[in-house]
């Protein structure tokens, strides 16, 4: 199951609006109803959950996988992470990451200004100090590297990312 939503700017700017103004609640609320409908399908093999996201999807892919039952979580550059900032709030994400037993993987980009260094660090140390079997990926890149219709697109970058992203899945699935 899955749904791609091209970009468009328009979009992104109501949608990035919407994410400052939605309570923290609100989005752990959505993901856990998703999840709760996803167990109960037909065509969703049990135990196999799993979440993906980019930017503030990348945070919420890892805030979805606080829930019991998610096996992996693919994050590429969440924004957010690191110092709180997701919706209406403050994220306590970090402070959170005991709960996991899914299985992480974290795609950064170096000179993502988004998440800085001082950003990585606190969520390579948040996720080394509660023992989250985790894998880090960092390449020279920038924030939205993997956006094809980007300028900050870096298609070598990219095919890596995804390579490792199936293999991380395809394993985590196992």
């Given at each position: ?8 700017p328009l979009g992104r700017l109501r949608g990035n609006d919407n994410a400052r103004r939605t309570e923290i609640a609100h989005f ?6 998703v999840l709760d409908w996803l167990t109960q399908a037909d065509n969703v093999a049990p135990g196999q959950l799993g979440t993906f ?122």
């Amino acid at each position: 199951i899955g749904t791609v939503i091209e970009p468009d700017p328009l979009g992104r700017l109501r949608g990035n609006d919407n994410a400052r103004r939605t309570e923290i609640a609100h989005f752990d609320a959505d993901a856990r109803a998703v999840l709760d409908w996803l167990t109960q399908a037909d065509n969703v093999a049990p135990g196999q959950l799993g979440t993906f996201g980019f930017c503030l999807g990348g945070h919420l892919a890892l805030r979805a996988a606080l829930n019991p039952g998610v096996k992996a979580a693919v994050c590429c550059y969440p924004t957010g992470l690191h110092n709180g900032k997701l919706g209406r709030g403050v994220a306590d994400t970090l402070d959170r990451f005991g709960e996991l037993t899914a299985k992480v993987l974290i795609i950064l980009g170096s000179q993502d200004p988004h998440v800085p260094p001082e950003g990585r660090e606190a969520i390579l140390k948040a996720l080394d100090a509660t023992g989250v079997d985790h894998k880090t990926l960092l390449y020279q890149a920038n924030h939205t590297f993997m956006r094809d219709d980007g300028y900050r697109y870096d298609p070598v970058a990219t095919d890596q990312a995804w390579g490792e992203s199936i293999s991380f899945l395809t394993e985590g699935f196992a």
